[in-house]
């Protein structure tokens, strides 16, 4: 399983970027897609996910401005950044949980190669 993110890229305080996210690979069962950042000198962060059959999450920081959705048949996760801040500037990771196979006990998490978005001010 692979997760092959795009959309990265530099971008002026304001504007807006979209981030997508394909899982590649046989799986069995997504439950959640989401995505992660990292600014420099930072711990990483959760900005928001989505459970299969329920409606998104997103952390506080980004409310209002970043919209998470999946597509589960062409197995995709897509984070549309609205109004964009200096502060939003980070690699962003996409993250995934997933049974591998029917019968499976365990979730496994996955993550993707990470897409620098800069926002200058």
């Known amino acids: 399983v692979q997760l092959q993110a795009s959309g990265g890229g530099l971008v002026q305080a304001g504007e807006s970027l979209r981030l997508s996210c394909k899982v590649t690979g046989a799986t069995f069962r997504i439950r959640s897609m989401g995505w992660y950042r990292q600014a420099p000198a930072k711990e990483r962060e959760w900005v928001g996910n989505?459970?299969?059959?329920?409606?998104?999450s997103v952390a506080d920081s980004v409310k209002g401005r970043f919209t998470i959705s999946r597509d589960d048949v062409q197995r995709t996760v897509t984070l549309q950044m609205n109004s964009l801040k200096s502060e939003d500037t980070a690699v962003y990771y996409c993250n995934v949980r997933l049974m591998l196979r029917e019968g499976d006990v365990m979730w496994r998490d996955f993550w993707g190669q990470g897409t620098l978005v800069t926002v200058s001010s």
């Open positions: 989505i459970m299969q059959d329920d409606n998104p």
